[in-house]
């Protein structure tokens, strides 16, 4: 089982109940896995693709509308996982017939979360606790 713990939260709300949601979709897939259940992966990783592009959105917008200086450098970073969730939906075709295959999706899935909660979110965490809704920095009192 995949979990976020507190330390890896960005504290915005909209993202950490984004990062959540990505981690209950893993823990489903890896649970169908370990079930014996892989043809589930089919329907389910699709799933995961769509809502990780639809998270990339909700997360570029939210770091635009806070003026993020290093926005273009995440909106790239999120662009280099489009190969990565590509390879999810190439293995979620053949995990039913093809076992290693299986392993393989658990894998790719986890280092997902990783580069792009700890590696790359992590960065704005800071960035966003110091600015207010008008995207200026909060003046310390």
């Not at 590509?86 to 990783?114: C, D, G, I, W």
Request: net charge negative; with cysteine; aromatic share 8%.
């Amino acid at each position: 089982m995949v979990q976020i713990s507190s330390s890896f939260q960005i504290e915005s709300e909209a993202i950490d109940a984004d990062h959540r949601h990505l981690v209950e979709i893993i823990n489903e897939i890896t649970q169908a896995i370990d079930d014996g259940r892989p043809e589930e992966c089919a329907r389910l990783v699709p799933n995961f693709v769509d809502f990780a592009k639809q998270h990339f959105a909700r997360e570029e917008s939210l770091l635009a509308e806070y003026a993020y200086p290093l926005l273009e450098k995440h909106r790239r970073h999120h662009h280099s996982l489009g190969d990565k969730l590509q390879t999810m939906l190439n293995l979620a075709a053949r995990v039913a017939e093809h076992p290693p295959a299986r392993e393989s999706l658990r894998k790719e899935l986890v280092y997902f979360m990783l580069d792009d909660v700890i590696n790359e979110d992590l960065n704005f965490k800071k960035f966003l606790s110091e600015v207010d809704a008008d995207g200026k920095k909060k003046v310390e009192k």
